[in-house]
């Protein structure tokens, strides 16, 4: 027991079924990657001894047949050659806890296929050869501090002092993003885990003192996540991979502790191109030809093409070629493209001209304010509070400024808890063009709030007492 090296797999955040910029077969991506990842594990050797999931295996909690196929066939693989699969819900996983009590989700369903081993609050510890113990705590937003903590009270008499223990959380820790975290690392640290597994954060992200590991997601879902600070999945301005970390550890009986040794994997994914130019044209057609040579000089084919093009001078003036469906015929070969522009001199969008620009002025507002993946979420997020016209309208219907109502009803949004706020129909996605359409005809309510019209559910019987 003392020389032997105990291998395991930490992957996170699939995504499995998102058609991102509502293209079907983007959704093949996502398979394709985790497809890769199975092939690499089965083609280790030595063979990993288990693999933790940090959440996030579906977009959608409803997910389609494919992605469902997708997860069944990866651990149905690992089930057939000994690899044991412990998997924690992530945002994406899991709907409402009120929907959640009622129908379970796709996870339970694999775990009574018993494909995998799903941690949950009702079960969160599992103990293997007298050797090993993982915890983990599925996606809890804010509130996952205070339930960790309980957990742990709960249940720490099942982690033997001695053995690999391991952490396995579906959450933000400080650190990784400017102004917000649910975990702060000193938390963490205190439960004193050999090994802490990180999903929701999509980039390579570690801490290596404390063991706190994020592995990356397998393909990226926002352009945020194109590049990362140690350049594991990017080569120059192009994404090229996903990730995943092979961790080894070995008991050191001397120290009376773990060693551990984690390393980035990478999985080869779609291209994810980023060109940031300034063009130096004063006239449009200069520009328009700098723009055609930018980019027929980058490699577009059926890769995914951003570019960003800084122009001297006001929007008006260059109305004509900055139009992004003007390059469509030179850009067909690509996967999916955006042409984005900045202008030296500002245009003035003020809320006050709202009626000729509001589609463009709300949909930059909400760009800038919010990543892509949570686009869809948070408009959908903004409607349904719009349509109740509760206390949140009336919250924001005394500030005088559309703007700052606007970035208020945002920030609510953004702050408020998923898991008690959102009911099934609203966490449904609607595609983003649909909601922000919802979204500008709702806007003009902001300051003249409605009656609710939610319901009060009657009766929250568990379909499980009926199996
Ligand atoms: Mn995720």
Redesign the pocket.
């Given at each position: 027991m003392v020389d032997k090296e105990i291998i395991f797999i930490h992957t996170s955040?699939w995504?499995l079924g998102y058609e991102q910029y509502q293209k079907i077969n983007r959704s093949k991506d996502f398979t394709l990657a985790v497809v890769n990842l199975k092939k690499a594990i089965l083609s280790m050797e030595p063979k990993p001894n288990f693999l933790i999931h940090t959440g996030?295996v579906f977009h959608h909690f409803r997910p389609s047949a494919l992605a469902f196929r997708t997860a069944y066939n990866f651990f149905n693989a690992m089930k057939e050659n000994n690899i044991d699969v412990y998997v924690i819900r992530?945002n994406?996983d899991a709907p409402g806890s009120r929907y959640r009590k009622a129908h379970k989700d796709y996870l339970f369903l694999l775990s009574e296929m018993g494909l995998i081993n799903y941690l949950t609050t009702d079960s969160p510890v599992i103990n293997l050869d007298n050797e090993i113990s993982i915890m983990g705590i599925g996606f809890f937003g804010k509130r996952t501090s205070p339930i960790l903590n309980t957990i742990f009270n709960k249940y720490k008499e099942e982690l033997p002092k001695d053995n690999l223990k391991i952490l396995l959380t579906h959450a933000l820790v400080e650190g990784q993003l400017p102004n917000d975290y649910d975990l702060t690392i000193q938390e963490l640290v205190s439960y004193k885990f050999d090994y802490y597994a990180l999903g929701?954060y999509?980039l390579p992200w570690f801490r290596e003192k404390w063991n706190l590991w994020v592995s990356g997601?397998t393909e990226q879902?926002a352009s945020n996540q194109w590049f990362d600070e140690y350049n594991i999945r990017n080569e120059g301005n192009i994404c090229k991979y996903g990730s995943y970390l092979v961790v080894k550890a070995k008991r050191n009986e001397e120290e009376n502790n773990w060693l551990l040794r984690a390393e980035y994997k990478k999985i080869p994914v779609r291209w994810k191109i980023i060109v940031r130019k300034e063009l130096k044209g004063k006239t449009a057609t200069e520009i328009e030809t700098q723009i055609r040579e930018i980019i027929s000089q980058t490699p577009i084919d059926q890769n995914i093409c951003h570019f960003n093009f800084k122009i001297h001078g006001s929007a008006d003036q260059f109305s004509e070629v900055t139009n992004q469906n003007k390059y469509a015929d030179l850009l067909s070969k690509a996967f999916h493209f955006s042409i984005k522009f900045d202008f030296t001199q500002e245009t003035d969008y003020s809320f006050a001209s709202l009626h000729a620009t509001e589609e463009e002025i709300i949909t930059n507002y909400v760009k800038e304010m919010i990543e892509e993946e949570k686009e869809s979420t948070i408009l959908s997020i903004i409607n349904y509070f719009l349509a109740l016209g509760e206390n949140l309208v009336e919250g924001v219907a005394n500030i005088p400024n559309e703007e700052e109502q606007l970035q208020q009803i945002l920030n609510l949004a953004l702050n408020s808890n998923l898991e008690n706020n959102i009911d099934e129909k609203t966490i449904t996605s609607q595609p983003f063009e649909e909601a922000k359409e919802v979204f500008l005809k709702n806007n003009k309510i902001i300051s003249k709030p409605i009656k609710s019209k939610k319901q009060k559910s009657k009766g929250n019987t568990s379909i499980d007492e009926f199996l």
């Open positions: 955040d995504h996030d992530g994406h929701h999509h997601s879902t």
